[in-house]
Each structure stands twice: as C-alpha cells, then as structure tokens.
C-alpha cells in the first residue's frame, strides 16, 4: 500500500487540483468495487490486485510473458490478472489456448485492442479492428492474398526472385562480420510488397527503407514498459515520448503509403489488377457507382489494411530468419546436418516449396527455429464477445483475454525438450517429418494470421537457400556459446543485434 500512496501523493501534489485527487479516489472506489467477493469467487483464480495499480507491481513489464508463465505454475491453466485496473483473463498451456480459439471460438473471437493500437488504427484496418469492418476487411485481404498467388507458384516464384537478391547481398560483405536485419527485413518486406503494391522495391529506395525502419521501430517501441503503462493508464501518460515517437513514426508513413496509392491511382486499370491496392481501389469505385452509403471500402481501411500487412508481413518473418540463422552460428553441429541434406537432396539448384517433403530435417529445423524464437509471446490480446463459462469459470463479455503462445510451444507436456534448440520434436524414429498439434505460432480459430501459408512459403525457401550458399559463424574472436539468444524487448521478440559472418560454400 505504501506505493499506492506514493502514487496518489504524487498525483495530489504540486500543482494538480483537488479535482483530480477526486477523480483518483473515485477509480479506486470503482476499481475496488470491480472486485467483489462473488464475482472473484465465480472467475479465474490470481494474485490479489492493488487498487487502481492491480498486480504491475508483479510484473516485469518488459517481458510480462515471462511473469504470466510463472504465475501459471502457481494459478494454474485459466487464472486473472490485473493490468492496472484493468482484467485481463490468461489462457496458458495447448489444452486451454486451443479450446478457447477453437471449441470457443466465437466467444474468445473479439480483439481487444489496446490504447496505443487503438491510436495508431482507430479501429480500421485488419489486425486491430472488430464488427463488420474487421469481417469485411480480412475476408477481402484473405481472397485478394489467394487471387495474388499466396499458397501458390504464382508467389513462389517471387520469393524465389528475391532469394537472389538477398544472395547478392550477403555476398557484398565477402564473409566479414555484418548485421543481418535489413537484409532480411527487405526481403521479407519485398514478398508482402508485391502482393500489397503489385511489384518490389530496391534495397537502396530511401522510401522503402524509412518504411521498413520506422515499421520495425514501432513493433519494438509497443514492446517498452513505458507503453505498457500507457496502455493500463492511457489519461494520464499520453504525453509519454515513446508514445509520440509511435505516432511520428505512423504519420510519416501514412504520407508515404498515400503518395505510393496516389501512383498506383493515376496507373489504374481495372481489368488488370496488380496487387491489393488496385482491388481495393476498384472495389471501392464500385461501391460509389453503386450509391453505398455504409461501405466499408473508404480510405481510413486502404490505408491501415496496408499498414497492417506491412508490418505483419516484414517483422515476424524477418525476425525469424534472424533467430534461424542465428542458431545455426550458435549450433553449427546442426547447420552441417542441414547442409548435408541440402547437398544430398537439392544440390546445386534453387529449393523450391515441392522439395520440402524430401527435406524432412530441413523441414524440422525450421519449426523448431519458429517455435523457439516464440515471435509472439502473448499472441495479439482477444477479447469476449459474450459471457461465456470456460473450464469452469465465468468470463464476462468484454473480458480482455491473453492466449499465451509462448507456454504453448514450451508446453511441458507436449515437447520433450521445451526449453531446448532441438529439431527431433518434428521428427519421428525413422527421421520423418511430423506435425505437432501445439505448434501454434501463428495462433489459431479466427483470429489465426491470415498471411500464415504464405510465412511458411518464405521461411522454408529463404532458409533453404541461404544455408545451401553460406555457412554461418560468429564474428572472430567470438565463440558460439557467446552468442546471446537473450530476445530483444518488443511487441514482437527480435534478437539483441548482433552481427555473423556468412562464408560462401564451396
């Protein structure tokens, strides 16, 4: 308590009225009457909250995942925590998260969508929107990405393109240590690019990169604790500077999706379509011819649909590949494994989506490096859309919900070794590939992410043909059990930046 008085003395003193001491005691008086004993007694069990603070005090807001995973331990599958004053309903461990996105999906459908989300998109868009809107939006995005070739040869080919690109540019360092961030941010940034613009963008195109740039800078600023504070306390801390750089970051960007719309606009031809925007703007002139007053296809959605497939279409791929090759220079007993089934197998020729099942440990290493890296530690936060009584608890509509993925992939009872790099989880006695039910990285039920056939197209065949050119080690001087696999604090878990070499195979 003797925080709790610390804060409110701070908030009471100086120069703030007794107006606004008023207002605090009240949010306490409405906090605490959240809390009653029948309504405690009906939910989730967990820590008993402070007033107005909840239970941040317990955790450690740079990465809460990790404090949620051990509060799990004692609270067990299904347990509340407080955000600030804010409830928040925690599903850990496969059994739970799956029943709730898949037999429950309707009821643990809903995005919550936090403050600063809530800033950035105003409730447009694909990701971080609800209702009709959000319905409309992601089954256009999903048959526009399926109409340009996600799943297919179509878009297989342009990663394998791009692939060539980024040969060429980790050729240029000639086996000296470099970063390997933007190389593969481009790439990976490229594939989404071409379905979204309808062709690529050079790696020297200074818009491309300040996209790219400030895309990264917001996934990693939405991850700081001062965030997570904003996000609990949003009335109070709005003038917070990482919150403000967030918003900078977005406003630039916005001007520079408008000017490459504005010239894919003067460039249109409706009856040869060349990627999302052209759609989009095709639809949208439809719905104007045909006098639709309530239409979904405005321009607040094209813009923030595109924000939205930007940044989820670079970032995590992109980050998993670092983690990927990272681990090969940290494990080079396993990159020799990899390349002698590459050599054996492909040879000299470009891999391709089809060579997959005659790379079971390949295959393997990828799933592992996607369920060790854990990109998305707590998922992208759900909420209720009804009252619903889950395991044996009463969830009330409107309840924030966390599927927590990372205790899905490091669920003890379904991984011999969680908390260990190793590809035998995806393969059985004979070295075949097999699937795993609580491989869930890109969460599931309806809000599963919809760019998911086309991530796993991009990781298979980047992989693969980096690690058939390259071989991956430490910087000199550098031993591998040097190498740092500490995650970076951000929404999404990136590397600390670290630098490789990449040595040309002979």
């Known amino acids: 308590m003797a925080v709790v008085e610390d804060l409110l003395f701070s908030l009471v003193s100086g120069p703030t009225t007794l107006l606004a001491a008023a207002v605090v005691l009240l949010?306490?008086?409405?906090?605490?009457?959240?809390?009653?004993?029948?309504?405690?007694?009906?939910?989730?069990?967990?820590?008993?909250?402070?007033?107005?603070?909840?239970?941040?005090?317990?955790?450690?807001?740079?990465?809460?995942?990790?404090?949620?995973?051990?509060?799990?331990?004692?609270?067990?599958?299904?347990?509340?925590?407080?955000?600030?004053p804010d409830k928040v309903v925690v599903l850990a461990g496969y059994k739970a998260v799956k029943e709730a996105l898949v037999s429950f999906s309707?009821?643990?459908?809903?995005?919550?969508?936090?403050?600063?989300?809530?800033?950035?998109?105003?409730?447009?868009?694909?990701?971080?929107?609800?209702?009709?809107?959000?319905?409309?939006?992601?089954?256009?995005?999903?048959?526009?990405?399926?109409?340009?070739?996600?799943?297919?040869?179509?878009?297989?080919?342009?990663?394998?393109?791009?692939?060539?690109?980024?040969?060429?540019?980790?050729?240029?360092?000639?086996?000296?240590?470099?970063?390997?961030?933007?190389?593969?941010?481009?790439a990976t940034?490229?594939?989404?690019?071409?379905?979204?613009?309808?062709?690529?963008?050079?790696?020297?195109?200074?818009?491309?990169?300040?996209?790219?740039?400030?895309?990264?800078?917001?996934?990693?600023?939405?991850?700081?604790?001062?965030?997570?504070?904003?996000?609990?306390?949003?009335?109070?801390l709005g003038w917070i500077r990482t919150r403000q750089l967030i918003l900078q970051n977005l406003h630039s960007s916005i001007r520079?999706?408008?000017?490459?719309?504005?010239?894919?606009?003067?460039?249109?031809?409706?009856?040869s379509c060349r990627g999302f925007v052209d759609c989009f703007l095709v639809r949208t002139q439809?719905?104007?011819?045909?006098?639709?007053?309530?239409?979904?296809?405005?321009?607040?959605?094209?813009?923030?649909?595109?924000?939205?497939l930007f940044a989820a279409g670079t970032d995590t791929s992109a980050s998993t590949l670092r983690w990927g090759l990272l681990f090969m220079a940290k494990y080079p007993h396993l990159q020799d494994k990899v390349q002698e089934e590459l050599s054996r197998v492909i040879g000299g020729r470009q891999v391709r989506v089809e060579d997959r099942k005659n790379l079971p440990y390949t295959d393997a290493v990828v799933h592992e490096i996607q369920r060790k890296a854990n990109i998305v530690p707590m998922s992208i936060p759900h909420k209720t859309s009804r009252d619903v009584t889950f395991q044996g608890y009463f969830i009330k509509a409107g309840t924030i919900v966390f599927p927590l993925l990372t205790s899905v992939l490091a669920d003890e009872s379904e991984w011999e070794t969680p908390h260990t790099f190793n590809p035998s989880h995806f393969l059985d006695n004979e070295g075949k590939f097999i699937k795993r039910d609580a491989f869930m990285p890109f969460s599931a039920g309806r809000r599963v992410c919809p760019g998911e056939s086309l991530a796993k197209m991009e990781l298979f065949i980047f992989f693969a043909s980096l690690l058939q050119c390259f071989c991956f080690t430490p910087p000199p001087g550098v031993e591998e059990d040097e190498l740092d696999l500490t995650p970076a604090v951000g929404f999404t878990l990136s590397p600390l930046p670290h630098e490789l070499c990449a040595a040309r195979r002979q």
């Open 286 to 308: 439809k719905e104007e011819d045909s006098c639709v007053t309530d239409t979904h296809y405005n321009e607040l959605n094209l813009l923030f649909s595109i924000t939205n």
């Open 256 to 271: 520079d999706v408008r000017d490459l719309i504005k010239k894919l606009r003067e460039t249109l031809n409706p009856n």
């Open 27 to 84: 949010v306490l008086c409405l906090v605490s009457s959240r809390l009653s004993p029948g309504e405690a007694a009906r939910g989730p069990p967990g820590p008993r909250p402070l007033p107005l603070l909840g239970n941040v005090l317990q955790l450690d807001l740079k990465r809460p995942y990790r404090t949620l995973c051990e509060l799990s331990e004692k609270y067990g599958s299904v347990f509340t925590v407080y955000f600030g």
């Open 106 to 186: 309707e009821e643990f459908g809903d995005r919550y969508i936090h403050p600063m989300f809530y800033d950035l998109n105003q409730g447009h868009g694909i990701i971080f929107a609800n209702g009709e809107s959000w319905k409309e939006m992601r089954r256009f995005a999903l048959s526009t990405l399926r109409d340009f070739g996600m799943g297919k040869r179509v878009i297989e080919d342009k990663i394998v393109e791009e692939c060539q690109f980024l040969i060429q540019m980790f050729e240029e360092h000639k086996g000296k240590p470099f970063d390997t961030a933007n190389p593969l941010n481009y």
């Open 189 to 236: 940034s490229n594939i989404i690019s071409s379905i979204v613009y309808g062709s690529r963008f050079e790696y020297n195109d200074p818009q491309f990169q300040n996209l790219v740039k400030r895309s990264n800078e917001s996934i990693r600023y939405s991850g700081a604790a001062s965030i997570q504070m904003y996000n609990m306390f949003p009335r109070l």
